[in-house]
């Protein structure tokens, strides 16, 4: 059953991850409001770490709830690289130098990893995490999607090839999502604007 219509800010400058949250949460009466602002992301060793500094630094600014989210895509053969350095290796060795790095291997298993920070005044960040397991393609295929989805290979379709509601059906961004809706059901005085 619904519940009213909340509308949930989401700190980020991805339009991607917008899209697909967007989706997620219609289903569920949530409206995803984006705000473009770039906070600093801190260089951890998790994604978790990267999401609740993030988290603690917009709050100053932002005093309000909303939610931020960190991703990354981590590769076994690569002892989990690039993971919470993703944003990074995506504007430099982008698709093409992961594919590089991976020409000899033969292990191509990979994660993507998706840490949803929700964001209240006066309250700890509460940190819901989802992923999804796939392989690095050979080759990047499909132009759908954004960041790594080319070169990442779920059952025979790269999330490139996927339509966005087929990609939101595994992906790592929707199984923390729906964490956080059912959390959101569970507390029902969590304040969204
Ligand atoms: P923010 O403003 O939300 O920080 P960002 O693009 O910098 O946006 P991250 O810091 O979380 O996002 O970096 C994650 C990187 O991994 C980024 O380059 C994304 O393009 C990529 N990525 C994350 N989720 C992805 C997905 O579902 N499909 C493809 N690439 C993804």
């Known amino acids: 059953m619904g519940f009213n219509v909340r509308t949930l800010l989401f700190i980020t400058r991805n339009e991607g991850k917008v899209r697909e949250l967007e989706e997620l949460g219609r289903a569920h009466d949530i409206v995803i409001k984006q705000v473009g602002y770039d906070y600093p992301e801190v260089q951890a060793d998790t994604l978790e770490e990267v999401a609740r500094w993030g988290a603690l630094h917009a709050i100053e600014i ?31 060795l982008g698709n ?27 309250h700890e960040p509460v940190i819901f995490t989802g992923s999804v397991e796939g392989e690095i393609a050979k080759k990047a295929m499909g132009k759908e999607g954004f960041g790594f989805d080319p ?14 509601d087929e990609k939101n059906m595994v992906s790592h961004r929707r199984a923390a999502m729906l964490k956080l809706i059912r959390w959101i059901v569970e507390h029902k005085d969590v304040y969204t604007i």
């Not at 992961?98 to 209240?120: D, H, P, Q, T």
């Not at 070169?151 to 966005?164: A, H, N, P, Q, S």
């Open 96 to 122: 093409k130098g992961i594919l590089k790095l991976m020409s000899r291997i033969k292990n191509r298993r990979a994660i993507f990893k998706s840490v949803i920070a929700l964001c209240e005044p006066s």
């Open 151 to 164: 070169i990442f290979l779920y059952d025979d379709k790269t999330f490139g090839e996927m339509r966005r």
């Open 62 to 92: 932002f005093k309000r709830t909303f939610i931020i989210e960190d991703s990354g895509l981590f590769v076994e053969s690569l002892d989990g690289f690039p993971g919470p350095y993703s944003a990074y290796v995506y504007k430099t």
